[in-house]
């Protein structure tokens, strides 16, 4: 697993252009909520094949600086990330750099609540470093939509 993990760091490292965003240029965590509900709509509209393609697209519309959008199967599936070598697998298991099971606790969760916040470290991939990270997650036709905002603490 901290083989995969370590994958998906690199991978994510390269998928965002350096000039998306300059430091001071992060995302908010009202932009993490809006851009989840903003995925949900677009979900609804346009069908889930259509939807997790686009969500997937690391230049797409719901990536935007730091900020882009993941869907996950209740039990650990990851449908969609700007990872392509995520998608599909299970990641249940993944764990943050404090051995905090992220995955596990968001999809947990929401198998009792329709949306919540976690906080974990996970890597930027615009400041390419691992960073504290405050993530809004919405369940809807038993997926769980998500997107997080990084934090300079």
Same mark, same amino acid.
């Given at each position: 697993?901290?083989?995969?993990?370590?994958?998906?760091?690199?991978?994510?490292?390269?998928?965002?252009?350096?000039?998306?965003?300059?430091?001071?240029?992060?995302?908010?965590?009202?932009?993490?909520?809006?851009?989840?509900?903003?995925? #949900?709509?677009?979900?609804?509209?346009?069908?889930?094949?259509?939807?997790?393609?686009?969500?997937?697209?690391?230049?797409?519309?719901?990536?935007?600086?730091?900020?882009?959008?993941?869907?996950?199967?209740?039990?650990?599936?990851?449908?969609?990330? #700007?990872? @392509?070598?995520? #998608?599909?697998?299970?990641?249940?298991?993944?764990? @943050?750099?404090?051995?905090?099971?992220?995955?596990?606790?968001?999809?947990?969760?929401?198998?009792?609540?329709?949306?919540?916040?976690?906080?974990?470290?996970?890597?930027?991939?615009?400041?390419?470093? #691992?960073?504290?990270?405050?993530?809004?997650?919405?369940?809807?036709?038993?997926?769980?939509?998500?997107?997080?905002?990084?934090?300079? @603490?």
């Amino acid at each position: 697993m901290k083989r995969l993990c370590a994958l998906m760091f690199v991978a994510v490292a390269g998928l965002l252009p350096a000039s998306a965003a300059g430091p001071g240029e992060r995302a908010t965590t009202a932009e993490a909520e809006a851009l989840v509900k903003k995925a #949900i709509d677009y979900y609804k509209k346009n069908g889930r094949d259509k939807a997790l393609a686009e969500f997937s697209k690391p230049a797409g519309k719901f990536v935007d600086r730091d900020l882009y959008v993941t869907v996950y199967t209740l039990d650990g599936k990851c449908l969609s990330h #700007i990872n @392509d070598r995520v #998608i599909g697998k299970n990641m249940w298991d993944q764990r @943050d750099v404090d051995g905090k099971y992220f995955t596990r606790e968001r999809l947990e969760a929401a198998k009792t609540q329709p949306s919540g916040w976690q906080d974990f470290k996970f890597f930027n991939p615009v400041t390419k470093k #691992i960073e504290p990270k405050r993530q809004y997650w919405e369940r809807h036709d038993d997926l769980v939509f998500a997107a997080g905002a990084y934090r300079q @603490d």
